[in-house]
């Protein structure tokens, strides 16, 4: 019996070089040893592998000798019986042996390498650059590039375009994905709420925000009052007096509105956002003395003085006053003209502050029960601080002057009984009622002493009942329980006394924070009450005074370098405190009256002051 | 002939010009001039950035801002399209040499420029984005300058004569003596140096490349099997001795990949983050125009 067996090799052109051996015997070797008929010079293959036999019927009975295996038509396998007439291919380790029938019937085995392991070193000088062990430049920059414009570009524009447009709410959220990754910073504190509700502002793509936009939340139509923002002045006025832009300013504007942006003149331009959570600081002083400076020629009708400096260019204070009886709207007047003020009262400040006199004496006797002190009366006694104590709330009478002026008018039984204040005609009805005849005096027997006895300077002497009637026209009179304070008139034929008009406000373009004064002044330092001997004394003091300490921005050696806005809010705020931020918990600096009409000084109503 | 072509320049001056500009580096083209030009822009962006006053204080979104800006972005498609001019080849003036030299330094004054057009303003956007983007394309830039201008000596000295090829080549004929010389061996000992020789030689990742520490080299595992005493002919000497040779050949091969790993590991970060880089500028760009 005998094997064929052949070797092919292939060159390096890939021409096949076959050699043909024969080999007697009925068995075979197949090892990497040299003693093998099949000597595989492949490490993966053992030194004695695996051994064929031919078989009585002519197939191949191939057997493992080791351990390792071999592969039968790509199958692993220890042992295999192969007909060489159907022929079969074995594998070990890169060799492939195929099995056929020769010439003669005799099984014949050609080896070869397998293709792949002769291919395998192939152009590797290719390993030696990096990209051979690094993902393709080419796929990575591929992948950050959609990625990036799916997620901060396609994202939001689409939820964008696509969302509900809603009317903005501070407090809700907005709908559009992804814009807070456009947010180029954080809002000011104002509008923290709007956070995350871009499109409350940025309504329409590609469109500047608007003061439209701005107005939908600060409009008169506001739901929430303390927002509303007034206009510094009417667009119309506003243009004029700024007059024509430096080039440079004109230049930026000019290429500002190609881009689609308006102004000057608009929200924008001063409340710029995304700044930082921040509140807005003040504007310096150069920003209003651009155009109040010279305001005047450019602005030929105004009213307004020209304001450049606090120090040296401030026009001086004006008034909001009363100067005539019946008049029927305050007129606005500059302390320079040392307007008086008629506001239909009698008032003497000094006779109520004079230390020695007897209204002094009054207050120590009243002293503790109504909070006076004992050195008489002060300006505290009368005038109240408001709750956030930059300013003081209006005299009242039952309040502030009743505990000395008294309006007992009777007593019985140990009760007293009281004049109604502000009402004339519930007065004359009181003292018309007046029990006619001869009654007790209210006080005891004992006489009081000194001015305070009868005939004295204060003895308030009610009237008798029997002189009830001749009461009631003493009353009103001069001396009389209500001439004492107030100014009697007639309206057809009623009596009464002129209507009473304290401003609550006499600067009402600036604001003035008494709270921060009081610490180095004294009431008496800028309000010359103690001087005073009418009420028609306008007791508010002139420029020169606040100019003790305050001068313009730039003066180094003032005690208070003091801007524009440290008394003047761009937007009109008639004369409240400045620092609003409507969504702030604290309020305390926002007074609570709102409107410009709501501080003006005005008529009380009829029923109050009496006479009309 | 009436006229000589202009472009060709001849004469001394006109060869010794090329030869110069043959011979300098993409570093100090033309005296550095791109150098001047970057440092010029710096200076002037700083000084312009100092001496005015915006309030209330320095953003992207003045006017100032507005015009580093634009002067950035276009720089940075500029700078991009040197992945473009490259492919194309020209001479003179704007040699690929010379848009190099701006390249670089341009790029790097793009640090100065850039940083001011932000205000100093960073966050958690598409802006800063765009910016960290930015910075990162530009320090592998530089880290890119460094090892250009350090490292082909280093590959060069590696090299030792040999090209690449033949390297590999030398490689490949010790592991054909290796595997003839281990056909005598048992079988546990001639799988050590089968795995040695099946070890894919560039199987290996970044890591590994720059840090030249193969700690699964199978050639290194079958040194060590090797290492015991043999008999001074005996295969596995001849084993043991073929297996060093491969050592030494693997490490200088190893060598040259970590040089090269370390000369083309930014061009990994410099390229795709440049593609990053100019998605995220154009969303920059386009989100602060839509939401205006």
């Known amino acids: 019996m005998t094997f064929l067996i052949e070797t092919i090799d292939v060159t390096a052109s890939g021409r096949e070089i076959v050699r043909r051996k024969e080999m007697p015997g009925s068995e075979l070797g197949i090892g990497r040893d040299a003693a093998n ?50 022929g079969g291919e074995l594998g070990f380790g890169n060799y492939r042996l195929t099995v056929s029938q020769g010439e003669g019937g005799v099984p014949a085995i050609s080896i070869r390498v397998a293709e792949a392991a002769e291919g395998a070193r192939a152009d590797k000088v290719g390993g030696f650059a990096l990209a051979s062990a690094m993902p393709s430049k080419r796929v990575v920059a591929w992948v950050a590039l959609v990625g990036i414009l799916i997620a901060f570009l396609a994202v939001p524009i689409f939820s964008h375009l696509t969302r509900d447009t809603v009317k903005p709410d501070y407090d809700q959220q907005g709908a559009v994905l992804m814009d807070s990754s456009w947010s180029t910073g954080s809002l ?125 260019a401030h026009p ?9 009886p019946g008049q029927k709207d305050p007129v606005r007047l500059s302390l320079d003209s040392q307007p008086k003020e008629y506001n239909g009262l009698r008032f003497p400040h000094d006779v109520h502050l004079d230390k020695r006199g007897g209204v002094a004496r009054m207050a120590m006797r009243i002293g503790a029960k109504r909070g006076y002190g004992a050195g008489g009366m002060e300006c505290k006694d009368c005038h109240r601080l408001n709750k956030d104590e930059s300013d003081y709330l209006p005299v009242e009478m039952e309040r502030d002057c009743e505990a000395c002026h008294s309006l007992v008018f009777d007593s019985s039984g140990g009760q007293f009984r009281s004049l109604e204040h502000g009402d004339v005609g519930k007065m004359q009805a009181a003292l018309a009622r007046l029990d006619r005849a001869p009654r007790r005096p209210i006080v005891t027997d004992r006489r009081r002493p000194g001015e305070y006895a009868r005939g004295g300077l204060y003895y308030q002497d009610f009237g008798q009942p029997q002189r009830g009637l001749i009461a009631i026209n003493r ?6 329980v209500c001439g004492d304070c107030h100014i009697p008139t007639s309206k057809g034929s009623r009596a009464g006394v002129m209507p009473v008009n304290l401003p ?31 009420a028609d004394d306008l007791l508010m003091p002139a420029i020169k005074q606040c100019r003790d300490c305050h001068m313009g921005e730039a003066d180094k050696k003032a005690d208070v370098p003091s801007s524009c806005a440290m008394c003047h809010a761009y937007h009109p705020r008639n004369g409240l405190m400045p620092a609003i931020d409507p969504h702030r918990k604290d309020k305390k600096s926002i007074s609570d009256r709102k409107t410009i009409a709501g501080i003006l000084p005005k008529q009380r109503p009829a029923s109050r002051a009496g006479g009309e | 002939m009436a006229s000589i072509p202009d472009e060709k320049p001849v004469g001394a001056s006109a060869i010794e010009q090329r030869r110069a500009a043959d011979h300098s580096s993409f570093l100090t083209h033309r005296k550095f001039l791109w150098l001047w030009v970057a440092l010029a822009s710096c200076i002037a962006a700083i000084a312009i950035y100092f001496s005015i006053d915006v309030q209330p204080r320095p953003n992207g979104g003045t006017w100032y801002g507005y015009t580093l800006g634009t002067i950035g972005a276009g720089l940075i498609v500029w700078l991009a399209l040197l992945g473009i001019r490259k492919r194309n080849m020209s001479e003179g003036h704007w040699s690929l040499k010379a848009w190099t030299s701006a390249h670089v330094y341009l790029g790097l004054s ?29 320090l592998s830039g530089i880290y890119g300058i460094y090892a250009y201008v350090t490292l082909p000596q280093a590959l060069s000295d590696n090299r030792k004569e040999m090209t690449t090829e033949m390297m590999v080549e030398a490689l490949t004929s010790i592991d054909g003596q290796l595997r003839r010389a281990a056909q005598p061996l048992d079988r ?14 560039f199987g290996f990742g970044l890591w590994t490349r720059l840090a030249n520490r193969y700690g699964n080299c199978a050639t290194t595992r079958a040194l060590d099997a090797f290492s015991g005493s043999h008999g001074k002919d005996s295969p596995q000497e001849t084993v043991r001795a073929l297996l060093a040779r491969r050592k030494t050949q693997l490490d200088q091969i190893r060598r ?26 154009t969303a920059h760009i386009i989100s602060v125009f839509y939401y205006w």
């Not at chain 2, 932000?118 to 930015?134: D, K, S």
């Open chain 1, 37 to 86: 008929a099949i000597h595989l010079d492949d490490l993966a293959v053992e030194l004695n592998h695996a051994r064929v036999t031919q078989r009585e019927d002519g197939t191949l009975a191939v057997e493992a000798v080791s351990s390792l295996g071999f592969t039968v038509e790509g199958r692993h396998t220890n042992s295999a019986i192969i007909d060489p007439r159907g």
């Open chain 1, 188 to 312: 000011s504190l104002a509008h923290e709420g709007l956070e995350d509700n871009c499109e409350a502002c940025h309504v329409t793509p590609f469109e500047a925000v608007t003061d439209q936009t701005c107005l939908s939340c600060h409009g008169e139509l506001s739901k929430h009052i303390d927002t509303i923002i007034e206009d510094h002045a009417k667009p119309d006025r506003m243009a004029p007096a700024r007059g024509p832009l430096p080039w440079g300013d004109q230049i930026q504007w000019d290429i500002a509105h190609a881009f689609g942006k308006s102004g000057p003149g608009v929200c924008s331009d001063c409340h710029t956002e995304h700044e930082g959570k921040t509140k807005m600081q003040p504007a310096a002083q150069a920003f209003c003395a651009d155009c109040h400076d010279s305001l005047d020629k450019r602005l030929t009708d105004t009213e307004l003085g020209n304001a450049g400096d606090f120090g040296t």
């Open chain 1, 316 to 324: 001086q204070f004006k008034a909001v006053l009363f100067t005539e």
């Open chain 1, 475 to 480: 009353a009103l009179s001069r001396g009389g």
């Open chain 1, 504 to 534: 609550d406000k006499y600067f009402i373009r600036g604001f003035f924070d008494h709270k921060t004064h009081e610490k180095d002044a004294e009431c008496s330092d800028c309000h010359l009450a103690g001087q005073s001997k009418s």
């Open chain 2, 110 to 138: 793009l640090i100065v420029i850039a940083t001011l057009h932000t205000g100093f303003q960073l966050g958690w956007n598409v802006h800063t984005l765009a910016y960290v983007l930015m910075m990162i394309v530009i």
């Open chain 2, 188 to 201: 546990h000992e001639a799988d050590t140096v089968i795995a040695a020789l099946e070890q894919d030689t």
């Open chain 2, 256 to 281: 040259h990949m970590k040089i090269k790993a370390m000369l083309e590991v930014w061009l990994f970060i410099h390229i795709p983050v440049t593609i990053a880089l100019l998605a995220a500028l």
